[in-house]
């Protein structure tokens, strides 16, 4: 209905203004009408409603090229994807046994480049692995494509300065570290399935002699007073 009274609208306006612009019988001569559009367009046009000062000035687009340059104190590169494979152990030269971990470094690849400009922050999205696209969103896989990248497993964000930022593409592998250098290792621990109290919680279970039967691992009385008059769920037996 509103799309019926706003054409009837704009029709009267032309019937009027071609009235306005037509030729009157006692002038001799009389200039061509306008086209309609023309004498419309700063009517119905945003155009007439912004002036110089409103209209945003594009920033230039930030060229990031993987060119060598010193790292300072304050800089923070970013960091890299791992599986783990085990652990074994190594000795010093006094004999002393190390507990070490072995990680797996697959194909790490920078996949996004996050700026102050565009995004806020300087960060870098890492991605390793292989994925096939049947297992994948399709907003994902319209990601890797966009980005000429093949698809990926796991993806994950690292907040860099700016003086670390790699481009699209760069392929990052066990040279980013070097011998000795400490590093913060993070990850998911493997799942136990359905666990007791001692375990999940830490409790300290019933004596292990002295008449208990049957129930040596059992978190025994975790009664409250009036109130709250419950237990907490998560002291119970779970996953």
């Given at each position: 209905m509103s799309a019926l009274s706003s054409r009837r609208l704009i029709s009267r306006l032309h019937?009027?203004?071609l009235s306005l612009l037509s030729p009157s019988s006692s002038s001799a001569a009389a200039p061509a009408p306008f086209p309609f559009p023309l004498l419309t367009r700063?009517?119905?046009s945003s155009d007439a409603l912004l002036d110089g000062s409103q209209i945003l000035q594009q920033q230039p687009t930030r060229i990031i090229q993987a060119t060598p340059s010193i790292m300072t104190p304050n800089s923070k590169r970013t960091g890299l994807i791992a599986v783990k494979c085990g652990m074994t152990a190594l000795w010093d030269k006094w004999g002393a046994r190390l507990p070490i971990t072995i990680l797996w470094v697959d194909d790490n690849i920078v996949s996004q480049v996050k700026t102050v400009e565009k995004e806020?922050?300087?960060?870098?999205?890492i991605g390793c692995g292989?994925?096939?696209?049947?297992?994948l969103s399709k907003p994902e896989v319209g990601h890797f494509r966009a980005q000429g990248l093949p698809l990926m497993r796991k993806l994950k964000e690292f907040p860099v300065t700016e003086d670390a930022l790699l481009p699209v593409g760069t392929s990052i592998g066990v040279r980013h570290f070097v011998p000795g250098q400490y590093v913060d290792?993070?990850?998911i621990s493997r799942g136990k399935g359905f666990q007791g109290g001692m375990k999940?919680?830490?409790f300290k279970g019933m004596p292990a002699s002295h008449g208990t039967s049957l129930a040596h691992r059992s978190i025994g009385s975790t009664g409250q007073r009036d109130a709250p008059g419950k237990v907490p769920r998560r002291c119970l037996a779970s996953n």
């Amino acid at each position: 209905m509103s799309a019926l009274s706003s054409r009837r609208l704009i029709s009267r306006l032309h019937q009027h203004l071609l009235s306005l612009l037509s030729p009157s019988s006692s002038s001799a001569a009389a200039p061509a009408p306008f086209p309609f559009p023309l004498l419309t367009r700063r009517f119905f046009s945003s155009d007439a409603l912004l002036d110089g000062s409103q209209i945003l000035q594009q920033q230039p687009t930030r060229i990031i090229q993987a060119t060598p340059s010193i790292m300072t104190p304050n800089s923070k590169r970013t960091g890299l994807i791992a599986v783990k494979c085990g652990m074994t152990a190594l000795w010093d030269k006094w004999g002393a046994r190390l507990p070490i971990t072995i990680l797996w470094v697959d194909d790490n690849i920078v996949s996004q480049v996050k700026t102050v400009e565009k995004e806020g922050i300087f960060s870098l999205q890492i991605g390793c692995g292989n994925k096939k696209a049947k297992h994948l969103s399709k907003p994902e896989v319209g990601h890797f494509r966009a980005q000429g990248l093949p698809l990926m497993r796991k993806l994950k964000e690292f907040p860099v300065t700016e003086d670390a930022l790699l481009p699209v593409g760069t392929s990052i592998g066990v040279r980013h570290f070097v011998p000795g250098q400490y590093v913060d290792v993070t990850g998911i621990s493997r799942g136990k399935g359905f666990q007791g109290g001692m375990k999940r919680w830490g409790f300290k279970g019933m004596p292990a002699s002295h008449g208990t039967s049957l129930a040596h691992r059992s978190i025994g009385s975790t009664g409250q007073r009036d109130a709250p008059g419950k237990v907490p769920r998560r002291c119970l037996a779970s996953n």
